[in-house]
């Protein structure tokens, strides 16, 4: 059974920082591509990083590029989402995801939609004060 278990939220002033961290079981972590989303209260869930599953290649949404980096261990199942220079927009709960390598899949890509995963946390929450 595949689990992925969200840690790392909290309350942090504006401009602070959190570090997320994403523990995978049940499954072959270095064969999935993982992503973090967010989504806040009456909105969608949004696209906040993601990173293939050899981490050669990231991607981020635009807002929140330079201040946000996604890495992973995969000696660790464990996918992390460091967050700097938070802004009170970045409150929302924050949820990690993994795809589940197809043969057509490369190692080097990542997937900024949600519909390309298969695999969900419960979600952590982060609130930034301002």
């Known amino acids: 059974q595949v689990q992925l278990v969200e840690s790392g939220g909290g309350l942090v002033q504006a401009g602070g920082s959190l570090r997320l961290s994403c523990a995978a079981s049940?499954?072959?972590?270095?064969?999935?591509?993982t992503g973090w989303f967010r989504q806040a209260p009456g909105k969608e869930r949004e696209f906040v990083a993601a990173i293939s599953r050899s981490a050669y290649s990231t991607g981020y949404a635009d807002s929140v590029k330079g201040r946000f980096t996604i890495s992973r261990d995969n000696a660790k199942n464990t996918v992390y989402l460091l967050m700097n220079s938070l802004k009170p927009e970045d409150t929302a709960v924050y949820y990690c995801a993994a795809r589940y390598y197809r043969p057509t899949d490369g190692s080097t890509r990542y997937y900024p939609a949600p519909g390309e995963y298969d695999y969900w946390g419960q979600g952590t929450q982060v609130t930034v004060s301002s």
């Open positions: 049940g499954l072959t972590f270095s064969t999935y591509a």
